[in-house]
């Protein structure tokens, strides 16, 4: 059946860091929507029409639902940890409560749980690490498959260095990645991403897997962490004496290409950041993760400079927020201390389009492009007095963004829509 959603609708086509001419915004607009996909998106008034359903945001703003490209399933009763940088952070907080994962119930029910916080706070995608336990991801495909939720996920490949009951084996985690991109990858709107934590926690026998499940569907997405932490850079180059650099050791297993996603990238070398360019991989930046780990600056102009197109994601429950909207502020304000500026409509645009083009899924979601899935985001600028106050003093609509941006978290999510289906009840 169709709907007409009415509102303010912003919608980008172009990246603002490229080009003037590079979103579209109807004061009075609406999207067509059937059966969860956009068939037109327009003023309101040439697209409605007697006897159409018809459901009303105005004055709130309408944009392609947030993706999140770099989140953590089992952590979220991690977030807010107190003390610690990666390292101790992993072991003292992180590796306990992934092993509860072990558990299908326990699973089960924060799968649920873990897809209702992203909707409420925006997010109709995420890129989402599992636990070790195979049990994890098919908790988290279920459940998003049940709500017709499009989500990339893979379970943590992870032999060495933590507790027991968080460790697969090489043979294990291969087996189980494999069936479980068997069961679940492009069921519906199911995508998986082959997920060695870092080289850390993998031996080169598993890497050795990872590379061989990466060969044989290079479809998939890969996804793992770079340079982050200072002393992790360290510890890793101790663990593979002869790579170059940390990059290198992903290299050495064939897994730089444009489906790997490295989060954080922070503490990169010249070699590192070329390679990077040259295979069409991705960093991933996690402003909130990497201030509250005291992990470092991430340089995003220098990165795009050179070629990379980033992603930009919450990471909790390293990450301290899970709107996507207090992730732009901290980058934002980490972009300022690099002497670097995070506009507005480039904020949004790389909260949406830009990290589906991060993903190459620009053409399924992160725009209002007619054949997209209806993933929305209602956006209420007014959402608290303190915004409501600012935003007497707002004139423009990169103004009223940036109150968003700096001001907003779930509260100022009216709605969210996911394959046309609102999120929020009540
Ligand atoms: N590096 C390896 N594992 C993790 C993790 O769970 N969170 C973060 N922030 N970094 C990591
Ligand atoms: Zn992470």
């Known amino acids: 059946m169709q709907q007409l959603i009415r509102g303010r609708v912003l919608d980008f086509h172009a990246d603002p860091q490229d080009t003037a001419d590079n ?48 989140i953590h399933f089992p952590q979220l009763q991690v977030i807010a940890s107190w003390g610690a940088q990666l390292l101790d952070w992993l072991n003292t907080y992180t590796f306990p409560a992934e092993a509860e994962f072990a558990d299908p119930a326990h699973a089960t029910r924060m799968a649920g749980l873990f897809l209702d916080q992203l909707t409420a706070h925006g997010t109709t995608t995420a890129v989402a690490f599992c636990s070790s336990h195979k049990a994890s991801a098919e908790a988290l495909f279920a459940a998003a498959h049940d709500r017709d939720m499009a989500m990339i996920a893979g379970k943590v490949m992870m032999d060495r260095n933590a507790p027991a009951a968080v460790l697969d084996t090489p043979q294990q985690g291969y087996d189980d990645s494999a069936a479980l991109i068997q069961a679940w990858h492009g069921k519906g709107r199911q995508r998986y991403a082959i997920t060695p934590r870092f080289a850390i926690t993998s031996s080169p026998e598993q890497m050795e897997a990872v590379g061989a499940l990466a060969r044989a569907h290079p479809d998939c997405h890969v996804q793992t962490h770079l340079s982050e932490n200072v002393d992790e850079i360290e510890y890793t180059l101790s663990l593979y004496p002869k790579a170059r650099d940390y990059l290198d050791i992903y ?8 489906k790997l996603l490295l989060g954080h990238s922070i503490h990169l070398e010249s070699r590192e950041i070329a390679r990077m360019a040259e295979s069409g991989s991705h960093a991933v930046f996690c402003p909130t993760s990497n201030l509250f780990l005291g992990s470092g600056l991430f340089d995003a102009d220098g990165l795009r400079a050179a ?31 690099r002497g670097q500026k995070l506009h507005p409509l480039a904020a949004f645009h790389w909260a949406t389009r830009g990290n589906a083009l991060t993903l190459g899924m620009e053409a399924e979601i992160g725009t209002l492009a007619p054949g997209s899935a209806a993933d929305l985001v209602v956006l209420d600028a007014r959402a608290t007095p303190a915004m409501a106050l600012r935003m007497e003093k707002a004139e423009t609509l990169a103004q009223e963004l940036f109150i968003l941006q700096i001001m907003g978290d779930d509260r100022a999510v009216a709605q969210t829509y996911v394959a046309g289906r609102p999120q929020k009840t009540g």
């Open 23 to 70: 979103h579209r915004f109807w004061e009075d607009g609406a999207i067509l929507v059937d059966d969860g996909r956009i068939v037109a998106v327009g003023d309101h008034a040439e697209l409605t029409r007697d006897g159409l359903e018809e459901i009303d945001h105005r004055p709130h703003l309408i944009l392609a639902g947030f993706i999140d490209p770099h």
């Open 251 to 258: 290299e050495g297993y064939g897994l730089l290409s444009d």
């Open 307 to 337: 070629g990379i197109v980033s992603g930009i994601a919450t990471d909790v429950g390293g990450g301290t927020s899970w709107s996507m909207l207090q992730t732009l502020a901290e980058g934002y304000k980490i972009l300022q201390m």
